[in-house]
């Protein structure tokens, strides 16, 4: 997980495949979100506590602040929040796809009506960014994703 911050807040957490070398932490804030990402790794019920950037429009931060209580082990499709927003999914999908701080604002618990869905406003080729909302998923516990859970991190 590639961690950016400036000043005393985070500005932006963002999935890196293992090809990339591991980095030590630039700052004590940076030393601390590395410990809480892997604190979650360990338990999939740790509660992030860090100062994040205000960063995203209104609408992005409502939709930001709904997927926050969604629950560990629960899932919401598109439609569910945008219907629960007065919005339409796709403005839900972008939104979720512009998420600065995944796994604090845990926007892998979003997913289509039928199926997956797409995850972090990708649509890579080697399918790294969905093989990473397959493994939170059933990291948290959602059995139809249980035989991905060792392929990441």
């Not at 979650?40 to 926050?68: E, H, K, N």
């Not at 969604?70 to 999914?89: D, V």
Request: proline share 4%; glycine share 10%.
């Amino acid at each position: 997980m590639g961690i950016r911050t400036a000043g005393a807040v985070v500005t932006e957490l963002f999935y890196l495949p293992g090809s990339y070398a591991e980095k030590a932490p630039a700052d004590a804030l940076s030393e601390k979100a590395a410990q809480q990402v892997l604190a979650y790794c360990a338990d999939a019920d740790f509660r992030f506590d860090l100062p994040l950037a205000r960063l995203g429009s209104d609408f992005q931060r409502r939709v930001w602040d709904t997927i926050c209580e969604i629950s560990r082990g629960e899932l919401r499709t598109y439609g569910e929040l945008a219907k629960h927003l007065g919005s339409h999914p796709r403005a839900v999908g972008q939104a979720c796809g512009a998420n600065y701080f995944p796994l604090v604002i845990p926007c892998h618990r979003v997913t289509a009506a039928q199926g997956l869905g797409g995850f972090a406003g990708d649509d890579d080729q080697n399918g790294f960014t969905l093989g990473v909302k397959r493994w939170l998923l059933a990291h948290e516990g959602h059995q139809e994703y249980q035989w991905q859970q060792t392929t990441l991190l």
